[in-house]
T-cell receptor
Framework: GAVVSQHPSRVICKSGTSVKIECRSL??????MFWYRQFPKQSLMLMAT?????????EQGVEKDKFLINHASLTLSTLTVTSAHPEDSSFYIC????????????FGQGTRLTVV | GENVEQHPSTLSVQEGDSAVIKCTYS??????FPWYKQELGKGPQLIID?????GEKKDQRIAVTLNKTAKHFSLHITETQPEDSAVYFC?????????????FGAGTRLFVKA
């Protein structure tokens, strides 16, 4: 299957700082990437859908000024958690969908964010 | 709204036994049903999938069945091994006017006892 690489796998930051998470499709082009948040022992919660070259579509209740998403190329999307607070601590996961026609999406390894 | 229900939430089996996880979806436009395995601290990994024009698919010890009429699909793992222990998520996908959508089930924590 296709490979999606997510970095970093873990990050610890201080309250008030910003953190950037990268999601790359290594062997395919992804017109659409998705960002999820996962709380302990819970399912994946879609935060936003990112389309290359256009603004991300955020799910209800997700602050777009807090979670900045950039999808500048067909192989890279970034999520920046701005002015992070302890309640932003979570597991963030990206997934990428292949270019045309396919409904399959492949997931990155996830990023464990801890805000202290 | 769209919904995917997954049962059971926890499943404990003896090594060598079979495990079955069931999901029900609400939107009849769903046309692709992947199953993911998630190990602790890692992202979900696609283990098997089925499309709406197929009733059953098998890959070694893993099989998935789909009943479109009843909107049910199930994951079957035979001859379970301790390394099968993980959280399993079902999902229902479709491409509609609003774009590509995925709805995940709540997950099933599988324990395989040696």
């Amino acid at each position: 299957g296709a490979v999606v690489s997510q970095h970093p796998s873990r990050v610890i930051c201080k309250s008030g700082t910003s953190v950037k998470i990268e999601c790359r499709s290594l062997d395919f082009q992804a017109t659409t990437m998705f960002w999820y948040r996962q709380f302990p022992k819970q399912s994946l919660m879609l935060m936003a859908t990112s389309n290359e070259g256009s603004k991300a579509t955020y799910e209800q209740g997700v602050e777009k000024d807090k979670f900045l998403i950039n999808h500048a190329s067909l192989t890279l999307s970034t999520l920046t958690v701005t002015s992070a607070h302890p309640e932003d601590s979570s597991f963030y996961i990206c997934s990428a969908r292949v270019v045309v026609g396919d409904t399959e999406a492949f997931f990155g390894q996830g990023t464990r964010l801890t805000v202290v | 709204g769209e919904n995917v229900e997954q049962h059971p939430s926890t499943l404990s089996v003896q090594e060598g036994d079979s495990a079955v996880i069931k999901c029900t979806y609400s939107d009849s436009a769903s046309n692709y049903f992947p199953w993911y395995k998630q190990e602790l601290g890692k992202g979900p990994q696609l283990i098997i999938d089925i499309r709406s024009n197929v009733g059953e698919k098998k890959d070694q010890r893993i099989a998935v069945t789909l009943n479109k009429t009843a909107k049910h699909f199930s994951l079957h793992i035979t001859e379970t091994q301790p390394e099968d222990s993980a959280v399993y998520f079902c999902a229902a996908n479709w491409v509609g006017a609003g774009g590509f959508k995925t709805i995940f089930g709540a997950g099933t924590r599988l324990f395989v006892k040696a």
